[in-house]
């Protein structure tokens, strides 16, 4: 004759313990690896070969922009909320073109963005027209060619905050 016995196992501390590393251990870590890769992101843009153009005194005046306004408008946001800026890079800029809030699309919940943006009205121009730069080492394509040189050590960034 065959006897049966019961087992119960509580998985009740392991349920507890996941449900905190799902919803504040690993997020708060993806956050803290967005924020870092997005600001060694902004900041390669900006100094990074090509560099991001700058209107340097002594250059005629092409217009009534201050010197660094783009390099000064630069801002990061990581799920919606302002983290970082290129506020210092911009020489003699006033910093007037640095965004306050995040404009992008929403952000749905469980998931995480890390958003560079460069405000200055002109940004897109300088990235993508006027090949001849005042600054010798500025150029076309400054923040693209960050991402495809860079791309896979700023994802690794990401990955090293978020390693248990």
């Known amino acids: 004759m065959l006897h049966s016995k019961q087992m119960y196992l509580d998985m ?4 507890r313990r996941m449900d905190m590393l799902n ?3 690993l997020p708060a870590r993806i956050r803290k690896g967005l924020t870092a890769a997005g600001l060694k992101f902004m900041t390669d843009t900006v100094v990074g070969l090509p560099t991001m153009p700058i209107k340097r005194p002594g250059y005629p005046t092409l217009s009534m922009r201050r ?3 783009l390099r000064a408008s630069g801002a990061l946001f990581v799920n919606g909320a302002k983290k970082g800026s290129s506020v210092q890079y911009g020489e003699a ?5 640095q965004p306050d809030a995040y404009g992008g699309t929403p952000i ?9 943006v460069f ?9 993508e027209s006027f090949p001849s730069k005042t ?3 500025a150029g076309m394509y400054f923040m693209s060619t960050k991402l495809y040189t860079n791309g896979a050590g700023y994802i690794s960034v990401v990955a090293e905050a978020i390693r248990l």
């Not at 009740?12 to 349920?15: E, F, P």
């Not at 800029?93 to 073109?97: C, E, L, Q, R, V």
């Not at 749905?108 to 560079?116: G, I, K, Q, R």
């Open 67 to 69: 010197a660094g306004e």
């Open 119 to 127: 405000n200055a009205p002109y940004a897109a121009k300088q990235h």
């Open 135 to 137: 600054e010798p080492s």
């Open 108 to 116: 749905l919940p469980m998931s995480h963005e890390a958003c560079v």
């Open 23 to 25: 919803r504040s251990i």
């Open 93 to 97: 800029a006033t910093g007037k073109y």
């Open 12 to 15: 009740s501390v392991l349920q």
